[in-house]
């Protein structure tokens, strides 16, 4: 992620740590979806900030997408 989206995406957390918006929006996935994988499992590994805050790093989220990677629908998740 450049400075540039940084700004546009409303700052970022940390270096290197994008906030759940900002890892949303890479994913194309709504920041509630990515809230339900947290409480329910599944989503990409995550970053507790403080009791209210969650991030992401670049490479959870290219490890999660990897994980996603079907040859068809008939594949089975891994």
Known sequence: MTKETDNQAG???????????????????????LQKFRLEGGGP????????????TMAALEAWVATRRR????????
């Open 11 to 33: 700052g970022s957390t940390s270096p290197g740590i994008m906030n759940e918006g900002q890892a949303a929006k890479w994913l194309g996935l709504s920041e509630r979806t």
């Open 71 to 78: 040859r068809s629908t008939s594949d089975k998740a891994a």
């Open 45 to 56: 590994e995550f970053i507790e900030l403080t009791t209210r805050r969650r991030g992401y």
